[in-house]
T-cell receptor
Framework: EAGVTQFPSHSVIEKGQTVTLRCDPISGHDNLYWYRRVMGKEIKFLLHFVKESKQDESGMPNNRFLAERTGGTYSTLKVQPAELEDSGVYFC???????????FGPGTRLLVL | DQQVKQNSPSLSVQEGRISILNCDYTNSMFDYFLWYKKYPAEGPTFLISISSIKDKNEDGRFTVFLNKSAKHLSLHIVPSQPGDSAVYFCAASAGTYKYIFGTGTRLKVLA
């Protein structure tokens, strides 16, 4: 069974530009989560999808961040316009059921210059 | 305010010895706790979990202990192996899908 995959693995952009991160969850996992780790700190929850519906986006930093999961399969997280403080590692995770263990992807390392 | 704390940023242990990683939490509503292991340039990998109705869970070389009165959990690795060298994250949830993570402890197992 393939794990959670994320693309790109790294992204370096300038302040003000737009970046879109993609996550492909494990097949059959209805629940998809986005997390972020900034500057070696804790991994913080951003939002949660059940299929194509956003269930909780309480962790999204501000309205420069937009997440979508059209069709309930892969998800994208767009940052527009990017700011310096958006730099960090963005992780995606998925789980089959709501109370089941979340499995993480390798992350996308975003650097905003 | 950090609800899950890992106060030791790093730990070095000799191969074959026991590694003990600690985690403290402040939210008494947390009812599910997990440990993830993370290698460089990879995502966190699930290691072991424990429900608040238990005080111990064991899986091979890995054991997690939960002390609810002290709001403390620990991960024991016995015996430690060089391949265990990684960053270990403690995480907790309060009846939801939202995991609250600690800042991680970097374990180095010396051969």
């Amino acid at each position: 069974e393939a794990g959670v995959t994320q693309f790109p693995s790294h992204s370096v952009i300038e302040k003000g530009q737009t970046v879109t991160l993609r996550c492909d969850p494990i097949s059959g996992h209805d629940n998809l989560y986005w997390y972020r780790r900034v500057m070696g700190k804790e991994i913080k929850f951003l939002l949660h999808f059940v299929k194509e519906s956003k269930q909780d986006e309480s962790g999204m930093p501000n309205n420069r961040f937009l997440a979508e999961r059209t069709g309930g399969t892969y998800s994208t997280l767009k940052v527009q316009p990017a700011e310096l403080e958006d730099s960090g590692v963005y992780f995606c995770a998925s789980s089959r059921g709501l109370a089941e263990t979340q499995y993480f992807g390798p992350g996308t390392r975003l650097l905003v210059l | 305010d950090q609800q899950v704390k890992q106060n030791s940023p790093s730990l070095s242990v000799q191969e074959g010895r026991i590694s003990i990683l600690n985690c403290d939490y402040t939210n008494s509503m947390f009812d599910y706790f997990l440990w993830y292991k993370k290698y460089p340039a990879e995502g966190p990998t699930f290691l072991i979990s424990i429900s608040s109705i238990k005080d111990k869970n064991e899986d091979g070389r890995f054991t997690v202990f939960l002390n609810k009165s002290a709001k403390h959990l620990s991960l024991h690795i016995v015996p430690s192996q060089p391949g265990d060298s990684a960053v270990y994250f403690c995480a907790a949830s309060a009846g939801t899908y939202k995991y609250i993570f600690g800042t991680g402890t970097r374990l180095k197992v010396l051969a």
